[in-house]
């Protein structure tokens, strides 16, 4: 193993540590309740949407990169082809940061990829991504999993040399999927992220993610009346409470996330987008898309793959009809969806 980089734990605040605490614990206490009882959740119209979502992000923003230096075909969005058939699987890698209980392994067997790396901080979600991983019908990509704090320590210190060359950039493709707000606690984690990102991804490989929207949380906040002391908003299906109107620094905005049949008050951190892009640039990272989650639907709901894809995936039932209320739909749309790519020096 080579040495830690970013710091360790004990450099931090304790009321900072604890919250690192609060979070992997929370992760880690989430029941996989498998897929009959992911059925019943009172918020499976949401849970679907946001499935849709990434499947649209892979298969438009990641699948052409993993496709480009090989003939590997369009991607299919076949009923039931978990990936199975299609054209040849290509020689894609991938690394999902943040991966928690492997939610996208099924997508990314889908975009036919050869290598995958997912890490996560939270042990017993990794425990369940390699057991999903294992129950993954063949044939399938090798993959590699490792629990991690990647937001304190290098990729390297948990990752064998035979997954992560000391030397070139070995993935095509970086993933953090509703998890790199998390980094935005303090500018040395979110560096550390990002170093994390750069470091391993190759020149014209393209990092995609989905984050909150800063200006969207703000917004909300900014409408509450002047001498409310209780910062909170949300609805039947989430909730969000600031603890300051006003926050003096770019890191470290905190806010206390509730989402039903999801996530049980947890500290989450605003991730200020003109920053982001700032941060990304030292790193080599360069825009190329940024949407809200209800113009990826309003962009996609008539194509020709994803439109059908919303049926498959239950997002709406074979009447067309959505299966999420008005508040699941508000609900969805907190996040965006980004895509960036790695400058070629
Ligand atoms: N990406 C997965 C998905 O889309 O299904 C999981 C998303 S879940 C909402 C957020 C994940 O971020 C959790 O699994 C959590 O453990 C992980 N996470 C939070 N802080 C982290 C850190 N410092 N290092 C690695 N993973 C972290």
């Known amino acids: 193993k080579r040495k830690r980089e970013g710091g360790g734990e004990g450099e931090y605040p304790s009321k900072r540590t604890r919250d690192v605490g609060l979070i992997a614990g929370h992760y880690n206490a989430r029941p996989d ?3 009959s009882q992911r059925k019943d959740s009172p918020i499976i119209g949401l849970k679907n949407f946001n499935n849709w979502v990434k499947s649209v992000l892979i298969s438009s923003r990641a699948h052409p990169t993993l496709a480009a230096s090989e003939n590997i075909g369009p991607l299919r969005h076949t009923p039931g082809s978990r990936g199975m058939r299609g054209p040849p699987r290509g020689s894609g890698k991938v690394l999902d940061m943040g991966c928690g209980k492997g939610g996208d392994l099924i997508k990314w067997n889908k975009a036919r990829i050869r290598e995958y ?3 996560d901080i939270a042990s017993v979600s990794i425990d369940q991504a390699r057991k999903r991983y294992e129950e993954l019908r063949l044939p399938k990509f090798s993959a590699y999993f490792a629990t991690l704090d990647c937001y304190i320590n290098s990729l390297s210190s948990a990752i064998p040399d035979s997954h992560l060359p000391p030397t070139g950039n070995p993935f095509d493709v970086v993933s953090m999927q509703f998890c790199m707000h998390y980094a935005f606690e303090s500018e040395q984690k979110a560096r550390t992220m990002m170093e994390n990102v750069s470091s391993w991804l190759r020149p014209g490989g393209t990092f995609v993610g989905t984050i909150p929207n800063a200006s969207w949380l703000l917004d909300r906040l900014e409408a509450i009346p002047e001498g409310e002391l209780n910062l909170s908003f949300g609805n ?8 300051e109107r006003h926050h003096p620094a770019l890191y470290g905005q905190r806010y206390w996330f509730y989402l039903k049949d999801a996530v049980d008050d947890v500290p989450e951190y605003v991730v200020h987008w003109d920053n982001f892009v700032k941060l990304a640039d030292e790193y080599g990272l360069v825009p190329v898309y940024v949407k809200e989650f209800h113009e990826v639907f309003a962009d996609n709901e008539d194509h020709s793959e994803f439109g059908p894809l919303l049926q498959n995936m239950r997002v709406v039932d074979s009447n067309g009809e959505s299966q999420m209320d008005e508040d699941q739909w508000e609900a969805a ?8 790519e790695k400058r070629s020096r």
């Open 33 to 35: 309740v498998g897929l």
């Open 117 to 119: 790396v997912g890490v």
């Open 236 to 243: 039947s299906v989430y909730s969000i409470r600031f603890e």
């Open 333 to 340: 749309n907190i996040y965006v969806a980004f895509a960036f």
